[in-house]
């Protein structure tokens, strides 16, 4: 019995030796994650879904790769509308209606689509919160992020929950309630091609186009 109780306790140190507390976790997270060099090279990729009453689900797939952007609206389950951009010109593409709509990008969309690709990056993402394990399953953590008393962003939710593979730390989710409105990034991904984010114009001949370039 006593040589029993022996493994047992050495058995129960082990797991508490290798126990990782949520911010272990989410360093780990973010240290081996790519670096901004490194994504604006590559190419990344995500899916924000938001959920808001009345209007339902709204999800679209963004692909960004230096200056270049992608992103796909979806309602229903279908494909509403299809944004490139690539650094200097936004063509929006609306499918009810078949025309393609042509802008300069000003200084202030410039800087919402970098605030996106941040966002997707998931950096400092846990900043002004205290993180705890919610739950932990064979392939994944499960980080609540609770906002803490030092948080004075007005525009940051109370809490979030992030998800987290285990075995590559790459993180599969983050969700949050803003206001009404119900957000999840998810799908992150490396490797975006120029085929798939450069806008070609002979994809759509019978579309009409307005341009409402300077």
């Not at 692909?63 to 609206?73: C, E, I, P, S």
């Not at 285990?166 to 120029?194: E, H, M, N, Q």
């Amino acid at each position: 019995m006593k040589r029993i109780i022996t493994i047992l306790a050495v058995l129960v140190w082990s797991i508490g030796a290798f126990a990782q507390t949520a911010q272990e976790i989410v360093s780990r997270m973010e240290a081996t994650m790519q670096t901004p060099e490194q994504y604006e090279k590559n190419g990344l990729a995500m899916t924000m879904e938001m959920k808001m009453p009345i209007v339902g689900t709204i999800s679209s797939r963004a692909l960004t790769k230096g200056d270049y952007m992608r992103v796909d609206v979806f309602k229903a389950g279908k494909t509403a509308a299809i944004s490139w951009r690539d650094g200097k010109t936004d063509w929006t593409y609306d499918l009810e209606k078949n025309t393609i709509e042509i802008t300069d990008i000003t200084p202030a969309t410039k800087d919402a689509s970098k605030t996106d690709a941040d966002i997707a990056m998931f950096e400092g993402v846990t900043k002004g919160y205290d993180v705890s394990i919610k739950k932990e399953t064979a392939d994944a953590w499960y980080i609540r992020c609770k906002k803490n008393k030092d948080n004075t962003e007005k525009d940051d939710p109370k809490t979030m929950e992030l998800v987290v593979e285990k075995g590559t730390y790459k993180p599969l989710s983050l969700s949050a309630k803003v206001s009404i409105v119900s957000v999840t990034i998810r799908d992150l991904s490396y490797g975006v091609s120029d085929e798939q984010i450069i806008f070609h114009p002979e994809n759509y001949p019978n579309a009409t186009v307005i341009d409402k370039r300077q």
